[in-house]
């Protein structure tokens, strides 16, 4: 009797100790996942800054670049497939796409000295330039957390219970095929 009541005390503590290991790498996912969230929030919070920016910005340019119609329905369009992404790969998609317009857009600003000397311009410019550096910031913290959610699911034991409780892979903010290649500026000058 005394040696089976031993027995039940240690499967006991053995049980308690398991679920208490279950549960610590089950809070750690949970916790993990969350900080993904926050910090893709705070991505999301410098996109729409940066949404909100480009409105005035077009507006200013449409001045002086009138025949540059093509540019301003491309960032337009960029504009629209940010808003309406639901998913946060599509959002990403969406978000390099948008970098990349406005990178066209600023090779096609080199294009008219007179607006670069523009007050309103140079201060949207500023607030964009400030705006894009936040993204920058806010990708690497995103990616960060990322990083380390996608490591603790592929370890030892870890991974066990990632799939135990189906904690699928984080997707990275990757930057466009196109952020490789330099914009090409010309002046006319040959």
Known sequence: MKKAGIILIALALLFILLGGWLF???????????????????????????SDLIPNLVNTVKGYAKHEKEIFE??????AKLAGAQSIGDKITAANE?????????VIVEQYP????????SK???????????????RKRYNDKVME???????????????????????????????????KVDFGVK
């Open 74 to 79: 491309n960032i337009a369009n960029a504009r």
């Open 114 to 121: 007179n607006l670069k000397a523009d007050q309103s311009f």
């Open 24 to 50: 610590g790498y089950y809070n750690s996912f949970v916790n993990m996942d969350e900080g993904i969230k926050n910090a893709w929030a705070q991505v999301e919070n410098q996109l729409q800054r940066r």
């Open 124 to 138: 949207l410019m500023d607030e964009l330039a400030g705006t894009e550096n936040r993204i920058a910031v806010e």
């Open 98 to 106: 948008m970098t990349s317009v406005l990178g066209r857009l600023l």
């Open 149 to 183: 959610y996608n490591q603790m699911r592929r370890r030892f034991p870890s991974k066990i219970i990632a799939s135990m409780f189906n904690f699928a892979e984080a997707a990275y903010f990757k930057a466009p095929e196109s952020a490789k290649e330099a914009p």
